[in-house]
């Protein structure tokens, strides 16, 4: 990995979609060097794939939740995250190190969908406890700026 892999990272953070011929002008290489390095980053698992960032609200969203969850005694927290990945638009599910052990995170349209979310979650046997913080931001996955802060 050197300057122009990062360099094409950072465009594709950007745009995604941005065609290898606009990179290559940027970077000021050939479209073959930027075919070639994003096909070995691809293969190396460097790059897993890409994706589009859209605006939530467009589509009827009013805010994302995040979901800390606290497994169950005795219960196998994959069996948590396995229920989880079941949920419709819940988009990020991960586990993590701290006063909770999954966290998930969702779009909602309003109080209802949240309370029906949580409340299924709730109904889980393998989950403990339920905790929100809702946020009124609705770029998913992640804001436009992300692209200009990443490998900076």
């Known amino acids: 990995m050197d300057e122009i892999d990062l360099r094409i990272i950072r465009e ?57 969850i606290t497994n169950a005694p005795n219960h196998d927290k994959s069996k948590t995250i396995d229920a989880l990945k079941k949920m419709r638009n819940i988009f990020i599910i991960s586990e993590m190190i701290g006063d909770f052990e999954i966290i998930g995170i969702a779009p909602v349209k309003d109080m209802n969908s949240l309370k029906t979310l949580v409340n299924k979650i709730k109904k889980l046997p393998s989950v403990n406890r339920v905790e929100i913080t809702l946020i009124n931001d609705t770029a998913f996955p992640v804001n436009e700026q992300f692209g200009e802060l990443f490998l900076e």
């Open 12 to 68: 594709l953070t950007k745009d995604a979609q941005m065609p290898f011929l606009r990179i290559a002008k940027k970077l000021g290489v050939s479209p073959e060097t930027v075919r070639t390095r994003y096909g070995k980053m691809r293969e190396e698992g460097t790059i897993k794939h890409c994706s589009i960032s859209i605006s939530l609200s467009r589509i009827g969203y009013q805010s994302k939740v995040f979901l800390m």
